[in-house]
């Protein structure tokens, strides 16, 4: 008892300080998360094996651009044009690239947190569920827009070179910009929500990658064999939950009727149709990702 009551405590100071710099808030912690998303999805910061499939990719998006540049460089100064690719038919092409981009990159962006176990630690703080799913999905989006806009635009420079006038020729297809843009932002974002939202729900890699790449080749699959196979105007309905969407959205955008062998033609529906349902697959997939991110526990 004695010895109890002589008992002293001693404090010891270890160091520890409290954050005395500037917050940033949320604003600051969305730039945050967006930056190191967009960072990762190039594998910058990482080591150089993680650079070389998304880096080749990429490069594969931009040749039939850069092939339509050279062609320019080669033919200007001669009265004559030369249009090897249309904007409307290279989504067609960029879009198995998209989607191994995506397949590659989804699942370092949530699925790594959740294989850490670090998501506990995010939204225990200032980080929300949803400013979490957005930043995200707003990376990968800007991602994939590498892809899709760059090599638009640099086209639509080809193929101005081409006509031996890149100032006339702008003027001239001006009205090309608008679905250029659109049809970037629209391709890229329903792929990137899709994928993410796979990831978010296996987060082990293989598995989703695999998941991501098997989900895009079955619904184009299923869709084609089913326009071939059963009544159109019932089979018609399936297009929409399939990458034939994309081009029907993006056919509408550019105003261009697809071609008599395109099971578009078949399906005949609206174009708008194309696009709402596009517009409904980003929202509907957005919504499952913030409902697995919300299930995660602090």
């Known amino acids: ?20 710099g500037v917050r940033v808030g949320r604003r600051g912690t969305l730039l945050t998360l967006y930056t ?29 651009a850069i092939i339509q540049l ?28 998209l989607v191994l981009f995506c397949a ?34 707003a990376a990968l989006t800007s991602a994939m827009l590498v892809l899709t806009l760059g090599p638009q635009l640099l086209l639509f420079i080809g193929n101005g070179m081409a006509a031996d006038d890149l100032g006339g020729y702008t003027s001239d297809n001006w009205d090309l910009v ?35 790449v098997g989900t895009f080749i079955l619904t184009l699959s299923i ?5 071939n196979s059963i009544d159109p105007a019932v089979a018609r309905f399936f297009l929409l939950g399939s990458p034939v969407a994309w081009e029907g959205a993006i056919l509408w955008l550019f105003r261009v009727d697809p071609d008599a062998r395109n099971v578009l033609t078949d399906a005949d529906l609206a174009g708008w149709v194309y696009l709402l349902a596009v517009l409904v697959t980003i929202a509907a997939t957005f919504a499952l990702t913030l409902r ?3 299930r995660v526990s602090t």
């Open 1 to 20: 008892m004695s010895d109890e009551g002589n008992a002293s405590s001693s404090i010891y100071d270890l160091g520890y300080r409290h954050y005395e």
């Open 36 to 64: 190191h998303g967009l960072r990762s999805c190039f594998g910058l910061g990482r080591r150089a094996t993680s650079k070389i499939f998304p880096w080749a990719l990429a490069i594969f998006a931009f040749v039939p």
């Open 70 to 97: 050279g062609v320019g460089a080669v033919v200007s100064g001669f009265d004559q044009k030369i249009e090897l690719f249309k904007h409307e038919d290279y989504f067609t092409y960029v879009r198995i690239i």
């Open 104 to 137: 590659a990159v989804a699942s370092e962006l949530v699925g790594k947190d959740q294989r850490n176990r670090t998501l506990s630690l995010y939204f225990s703080r200032a980080v929300s569920r949803f400013d979490y799913a957005f930043a995200k999905l």
């Open 178 to 212: 608008f679905p250029i843009v659109a049809g970037s932002f629209l391709v890229s974002a329903v792929i990137a929500s899709v994928g993410l939202c796979i990831a978010s729900y296996l987060p082990r890699r293989a598995y989703s990658t695999a998941a991501i």
């Open 223 to 227: 869709a084609h064999i089913l326009m």
């Open 292 to 294: 697995r991110f919300g």
